[in-house]
């Protein structure tokens, strides 16, 4: 019911606000027709497989918008998310849109959960299967999802990054709203009784009713925001750092490799022209030395392909750190252009 009381409460109102009942049986198909209001339609389902995928797509299909989102009964809407998403998609720059997205634990603490899919590392990323978005913070267009297909029935879950992924992929045009205005509830792994979930979700969507409680949530936000990203400036730092070092450490083994060849060559000359000179000429002395040298160079070398896999990951992660600060600048800039 409170999922819906925030999709009701919204500065934009929405078209229409379609509730799934998968499977329920507590009354509440009953509790939401009983608000009366026209834009609330109901749909009384028997329990679907999983977390009830093929009932989604019963949502897209019935869809009378443009436009779709799911928002699931553990989580809220602040009361501008439409207004905001809605912002984006009157300006026709984007086919997939993400919301800022806030995880409230068991004790209350807020963490940001949202990620810039038009930057291409945090693109592969998600299609590599790492999704850092919560189901709520995606609006689709309607048409775009039918035409992929919706939702896969069949899948146990990560039903929604699934079809994600596959907009992505037909290279769906994605823009991110930095403002939060969703509050992610964990549905599983969640240690708290029924009743105290109740209770928490209800302080919360009580606090982002009142205009100084959601002032105060997106001033802690963006303070979270603030002290990851400085975070990432630090880890960045470090890892210049030791991309420098493993260089110079790369430098340092090819040069022993060359001098270790180099000991080599001279001694398989020495061991060659021993053996022209006959059994005195110190064949025996010269073969212990080669192979001495041999195993020097060997040991180089297999030193040297160490230090270069240790600088290829030094310099992936470098790059991983330097696009999660460019999509951290990107979003300094776009709030200073709104200043």
């Not at 997205?101 to 299967?129: K, Y």
């Not at 991110?176 to 969640?190: D, I, Q």
């Not at 928490?200 to 802690?220: C, K, T, Y």
Request: contains cysteine; glycine residues 8%; hydrophobic residues 40%.
């Amino acid at each position: 019911m409170m999922a819906v009381e925030s999709c009701l409460r919204q500065t934009r109102a929405p078209l229409e606000v379609i509730v799934l009942a998968d499977g329920c049986r507590d009354g509440t198909a009953d509790a939401v027709r009983s608000l009366g209001d026209d834009r609330v339609e109901v749909m009384d389902l028997p329990k679907a497989a999983g977390y009830g995928y093929g009932h989604r797509n019963l949502a897209l299909e019935r869809a009378r918008g443009e436009v779709i989102t799911y928002l699931g009964d553990d989580d809220l809407y602040l009361p501008d998310h439409f207004e905001r998403i809605g912002a984006v998609w009157d300006a026709g720059v984007a086919d997939i849109v993400v919301a800022g997205a806030a995880l409230i634990h068991e004790q209350d603490e807020m963490e940001p959960m949202t990620d810039e899919w038009a930057v291409s590392l945090a693109r592969e990323r998600m299609l590599g299967g790492k999704n850092r978005v919560p189901m709520a913070a995606v609006s689709i267009r309607v048409g775009a999802a039918r035409r992929v297909g919706g939702w896969n029935p069949e899948l146990p879950r990560r039903g929604d990054w699934d079809l994600w992924a596959r907009l992505l992929i037909e290279e769906e045009r994605s823009a991110r709203c930095l403002e939060p205005t969703v509050l992610h509830f964990r549905a599983s792994g969640r240690a708290q009784p029924y009743e105290d979930r109740v209770r928490q979700n209800r302080s919360w969507l009580d606090s982002i009713g009142d205009p100084a409680g959601l002032a105060r949530l997106r001033v802690d936000y963006a303070r979270l925001i603030g002290a990851r990203e400085e975070s990432l400036a630090d880890r960045h730092r470090e890892l210049k750092l030791d991309h420098r070092r493993l260089r110079r450490e790369q430098r340092a083994l090819r040069r022993r490799v060359v001098r270790a060849q180099t000991k080599l060559e001279k001694a398989g000359e020495a061991l060659e022209r021993a053996s022209r000179s006959g059994p005195r000429g110190g064949g025996p002395g010269l073969v212990e030395l080669a192979g001495a040298l041999l195993r020097r160079r060997t040991s180089a070398s297999a030193a040297l392909e160490v230090a270069s896999r240790r600088l290829d990951a030094a310099r992936a992660e470098l790059h991983e750190a330097e696009t999660a600060d460019l999509a951290s600048e990107s979003g300094r800039r776009a709030r200073r252009g709104r200043l």
